[in-house]
């Protein structure tokens, strides 16, 4: 058999085209990466978030006490969930932008805060410092 013979064969192993196989590939690849990508309410939380532990070291620079209450978590939340929805679960809202907010949350509706859809990121804030020029 010839070079003709031998092409003949591979188009008949190989039905698709070249353009038809990077089209099946790429669209196999994109279905692949959204069945296995994160769902639309993962939330970016901060790592010294995940254990608030009060009085210890690491909690006490995004905790504040309040006599005879529960600490409350001061946090930066970037998201479009609307500020009553956060006042209406006991989230007291400070500065808000369209950027994102300042929250003091109850220690004890952190994991609330955390399962609020339209919520995309949560930072702890520490306290600000007095800065004096002099």
């Known amino acids: 058999m010839g070079p003709m013979g031998s092409a003949r064969q591979r188009r008949r192993r190989f039905p698709l085209d070249a ?13 692949l990466g959204i069945a296995i990508s994160e769902p639309a309410w993962a939330k970016d939380v901060h790592p010294a978030l ?3 532990v009060p009085h210890a070291a690491l909690s006490d620079r995004f905790l504040t006490y ?7 978590v ?3 939340v970037r998201g479009t969930i609307p500020r ?3 006042e209406g679960e006991g989230i007291e809202v400070n500065t808000w932008t369209s950027a994102g907010m300042t929250v003091r949350c109850p ?3 952190f994991s609330l ?9 949560i930072q702890p804030a520490g306290r600000c410092r007095l800065y004096l020029d002099r």
């Open 107 to 109: 220690l004890s509706r």
């Open 113 to 121: 805060l955390q399962s609020l859809p339209g919520i995309s990121a």
């Open 66 to 72: 309040r006599p005879g209450a529960e600490p409350v």
């Open 50 to 52: 995940a254990r608030l």
């Open 19 to 31: 353009r038809a196989g990077a089209t099946l590939i790429s669209t196999l690849l994109l279905a």
């Open 84 to 86: 009553g929805d956060l």
């Open 74 to 76: 001061n946090l930066f």
